[in-house]
Antibody, heavy 121, light 108 residues
Framework: EVQLVESGGGLVQPGGSLRLSCAGSGFTFSSYWMSWVRQAPGKGLEWVAN????????YYVDSVKGRFTISRDNAKKSLYLQMNSLRAEDTAVYYC??????????????WGQGTLVTVSS | DIQMTQSPSSLSASVGDRVTITCRAS??????LNWYQQKPGKAPKLLIYAASSLQSGVPSRFSGSGSGTDFTLTISSLQPEDFATYYCQQSYSTPPYIFGQGTKLEIK
């Protein structure tokens, strides 16, 4: 059974940092692109960043470029999101999601349960 | 960036109804369109990928159609467990992979 389990969320002050983790199991983690998707309270879904299987390609939404860094450790079957210079508007539930690799189309076929990040003084 | 617009934003319907949700892209995205269902407090669930392909394990009452800029998600006969929020998502070309704003399907 494919499982993704996020951790690392919490309350942080504006300007602070936080590192999210996502542990994968039940599939060959190193064979898939992985993404972070977030959802602000009461709002819709926003794709944040993704990373290629070997970590050689990374993409970000404009609003987090220069502040967030996505990375992975295939030996540990883990995905990470280092979040610096956090702002109130970064408050959201952060999900990790697997790109199921339906050919060239990006499809988020498995999601974690999410971890809540709250940026507030 | 490609923008995605869903309509309606909310919808009230009854069990057994046929429901259609529309998603429009700001430019052609071929068939690079996915649909997700999200229930309160839960992670999204993939329903349809590549505009019309049913994800494994998803009931056949869900179907998707369209290409280019206009897409639809249809639920042929609403069941109580289908009341949720639905999102479309484009994955054409390079990121960002934009989601629509969501359609909340409520019980009438």
């Amino acid at each position: 059974e494919v499982q993704l389990v996020e951790s690392g969320g919490g309350l942080v002050q504006p300007g602070g940092s936080l590192r999210l983790s996502c542990a994968g199991s039940g599939f060959t983690f190193s064979s898939y692109w992985m993404s972070w998707v977030r959802q602000a309270p009461g709002k819709g879904l926003e794709w944040v960043a993704n990373i290629k299987q070997d970590g050689s390609e990374k993409y970000y939404v404009d609003s987090v470029k220069g502040r967030f860094t996505i990375s992975r450790d295939n030996a540990k079957k883990s995905l990470y999101l280092q979040m610096n210079s956090l702002r109130a508007e970064d408050t959201a539930v952060y999900y990790c999601a697997r790109d199921g690799g339906r050919g060239v189309i990006v499809v988020f076929d498995y999601w974690g349960q999410g971890t809540l990040v709250t940026v507030s003084s | 960036d490609i923008q995605m617009t869903q309509s309606p934003s909310s919808l009230s319907a009854s069990v057994g109804d046929r429901v259609t949700i529309t998603c429009r892209a700001s430019q052609s995205i071929s068939s690079y369109l996915n649909w997700y269902q999200q229930k309160p407090g839960k992670a999204p669930k993939l329903l349809i990928y590549a505009a019309s392909s049913l994800q494994s394990g998803v009931p056949s009452r869900f179907s998707g159609s369209g290409s280019g800029t206009d897409f639809t998600l249809t639920i042929s006969s609403l069941q109580p467990e289908d009341f949720a929020t639905y999102y479309c998502q484009q994955s054409y070309s390079t990121p960002p992979y934009i989601f629509g704003q969501g359609t909340k399907l409520e019980i009438k």
